[in-house]
């Protein structure tokens, strides 16, 4: 199902196309979002918004190919989906005052990760022009075995033997979803072969889509989605940590504690572990992006803070969603702040703008690519511009390592 937003119909307009695939990881979300809403975008920037369902979960990635070569493809059909929908785009969006040559694909989390997948399928190819990945990016794919296991755990949960798989062919969606949850399976797409032939980003950018510029960002608290205890000090918040960086952190959090004096434990945990997580995987994009020489990277931070709640989760995993969308009263991070229109003017504009022209800069906010010795990168906050580098020394201190993007808006 798609949902389209445009100034006008038939009317010749050639606008650009903002394509959104909406987060939940691969398990749920919905582009009927309120926060994703197409309206004010198209109003007031002369676009056309598109945004899309498409199957989730054991519907869309149960992988069945183990048992029978005509499934071979069953794990990997949600990402399909999407090929299908970018068709009818191609198609079909001249109707609605777009132009399928300039077609920007965006996610935010899960999102973003499916963005990622699209940029490695050759089905996929031409069919966008720019790409954009918010607290999403993903460098590998999963694997054929997990999938596997995946499915055979559902199978088990309904008391099915392997011989009699295809009886899912015939059982309620509600019976497959239900199975789905009990079973604590993991769905995602996994490395066909044919579908999807490669990992996303790893051990380089894709080839394939080398002339699609591509603009990746994170926000700097990404990790407080889930955090319910706001509550813990500065010793307990660092036990948390050191689990996630198998390291001691008594150095990292002297660190980043003098640099963010005023930030609670909570935000400061979560500012550490996004930045060796999701902002370490963004950064990594951006470079293997950059790195083929053919067409731009951009990459920005988030880290104006929410003011959900007096602001105590930061700027957490989707607090980009709504201000990208010129949406900032729309969707309870976001809302009730009128820094919230400030940053949804930038944010939305500099969207706009790469979707039109393949560069997030804008008059007001001036936007250099990506390259390896200064690291510009555009730092969205109250007063927003361009920083070489950012947060460098304290980046140093972390362990490599970095983690697949938590599920979001």
């Known amino acids: ?50 945004t899309v369902n498409h199957r989730l979960g054991a ?10 070569p005509e499934f071979a493809q069953s794990g990997v059909v949600g990402l399909m989906d999407l090929v299908a929908a970018l068709e009818w785009v191609r198609d079909n969006i001249q109707n609605f005052g777009g132009d399928p040559g300039r077609v920007l694909i965006f996610g935010q989390s899960g999102g ?44 088990a949960q309904l008391a099915l033997p392997k011989s009699r798989f295809r009886d899912l ?25 044919k579908v999807v032939p490669r990992d996303p980003f790893d051990p380089d950018a894709p080839s394939i889509s080398a002339d699609v510029p591509l603009l990746a960002g994170s926000n700097l608290h990404d990790n407080n989605l889930s955090r319910t205890d706001f ?58 992006k950059a790195a ?52 949804a003017n930038e944010m939305s504009a500099a969207f706009v703008a790469f979707a039109k022209n393949g560069d997030p800069g804008t008059p007001k906010l001036p936007w250099r690519a990506y390259e390896p010795t200064s690291k510009p990168t555009m730092v969205f906050n109250v007063q927003s511009a361009v920083q070489n580098d950012p947060d460098h020394d304290l980046l140093a201190l972390l362990p490599p390592g970095g983690r697949m993007p938590g599920t979001g808006i």
């Open 112 to 155: 973003g990760s499916k963005v990622c997948h699209l940029m490695a399928m050759p089905s996929a190819k031409g069919l966008f022009h720019r790409a954009a990945v918010e607290s999403g990016a993903s460098l590998r794919s999963g694997t054929r075995e997990n999938a596997a296991k995946s499915a055979e755990r559902v199978l």
């Open 231 to 288: 509550s813990i000090d500065d010793t307990a918040a660092q036990e948390q940590l050191r689990a996630i960086l198998g390291a001691d952190t008594g150095n990292i959090w002297a660190a980043y504690r003098k640099a963010d004096p005023g930030a609670t434990a909570a935000q400061l945990w979560a500012r550490i572990s996004s930045d060796h997580g999701i902002r370490a995987n963004t950064r990594t994009l951006i470079e293997r």
């Open 59 to 68: 519907l869309g990635f149960l992988n069945l190919g183990e048992f029978a």
């Open 169 to 193: 062919q015939d059982a309620p969606y509600e019976i497959i979803v239900g199975a789905q949850g009990a079973s604590g399976a993991h769905f995602g797409p996994f490395v066909d072969g």
């Open 292 to 343: 083929q020489g053919r067409a731009p990277g951009y990459l920005y931070l988030l880290e104006w803070p929410a003011p959900f709640m007096g602001g105590r989760y930061g700027s957490v995993h989707g607090t980009d969603v709504p201000l990208i969308f010129d949406n900032p009263d729309r969707w309870p991070l976001t809302a009730g702040s009128p820094q919230s229109d400030i940053l």
């Open 1 to 50: 199902m798609l949902n389209i937003w445009t100034p006008g119909l038939n009317d010749g307009g050639k606008r650009a196309v903002m394509f959104c695939i909406h987060g939940g990881g691969y398990t749920s979300g919905t582009g009927s979002n309120p926060a994703l809403d197409g309206g004010n975008l198209a109003r007031r920037h002369n676009v056309v918004v598109v």
